[in-house]
């Protein structure tokens, strides 16, 4: 990794290992996950509320597709939203698989109102596509956009000339943006994982990391909210989530 002083990257160091420490002590124990919880019982979208005609569980996986009928061909970005809890302070992980356009799962995100295909979402999300550029990505939904590329690691701040305004720092590397996307499985299953520490945020594809975000800005960050799986407008689309599951970090 590249930085422009050697105090920045002994600090960066530091921040990135204490996000992945979870991750670690996972695979060292050959798959053991002491203090997760399933959030998803692999039958039904019992806890889940989005809407029937777009998610169903097919396969053991909760499922999103988009058509070309008028009640499947959208018109705004829909969810399905994780009605038994919040979240805070946490690390999640799935299996993801996708066919055609985007998706992404929301965190600490709110509800922000019933659009004609669903609920609609605002908040921080972990990106991922049929295509080649945004899988592990930070965006915030109907926010500030997009917070870190892949492969980077930023610090939001506020803009000095208004504090609600954003700008963002681009801080180091967690590697480069084609060789995190050879790791990523076109079609088939892969494994995100997202760790909410505090205002760092990290997203993981496959045991790479994909970015890690220190949001500093005070006016837009948000601590809490809610969980939500995403449907996009646009092309036709499958996408589908298992094994899903949550640990607190306290």
Not at 55 to 60: F, I, L, P
Not at 97 to 117: A, D, H, K, M, T
Not at 167 to 174: A, D, H, P, W
Not at 178 to 184: M, S, V
Request: aromatic residues 8%; hydrophobic residues 35%; proline residues 3%.
């Amino acid at each position: 990794m590249q930085f422009p002083n050697r105090l920045r990257a002994v600090a960066l160091s530091s921040l990135l290992s204490v996000a992945l420490v979870p991750a670690a002590v996972a695979d060292h124990h050959g798959g053991a996950e002491p203090g997760f919880k399933s959030l998803f019982n692999g039958k039904d979208l019992t806890g889940w509320t989005g809407n029937p005609k777009l998610w169903s569980v097919q396969d053991g996986a909760i499922t999103g597709k988009t058509g070309e009928t008028a009640e499947t061909k959208l018109k705004h970005n829909t969810f399905l939203v994780y009605t038994n809890d919040s979240v805070d302070d946490f690390e999640l992980r799935l299996k993801y698989r996708i066919v055609g356009g985007n998706s992404g799962i929301q965190y600490r995100s709110q509800v922000l109102s019933e659009g004609e295909f669903g609920p609609i979402i605002g908040g921080y999300q972990g990106d991922f596509e049929a295509g080649t550029t945004y899988s592990g990505i930070l965006y915030e939904e109907r926010g500030r956009g997009i917070l870190a590329q892949r492969g980077q690691v930023t610090k939001l701040v506020a803009d000095p000339a208004d504090a609600n305004k954003h700008k963002v720092e681009v801080i180091g590397s967690v590697g480069e943006s084609k060789d995190i996307q050879a790791a990523i499985r076109n079609e088939e299953w892969n494994d995100y994982t997202i760790i909410a520490n505090g205002n760092q945020l990290t997203h993981i594809i496959n045991g790479r990391v994909t970015v890690s975000v220190i949001d500093e800005h005070a006016a837009k960050s948000r601590k809490s909210g809610v969980l939500a799986l995403q449907i996009h407008t646009g092309p036709v689309m499958t996408v589908q989530f298992k094994d899903i599951r949550i640990r607190p970090i306290k």
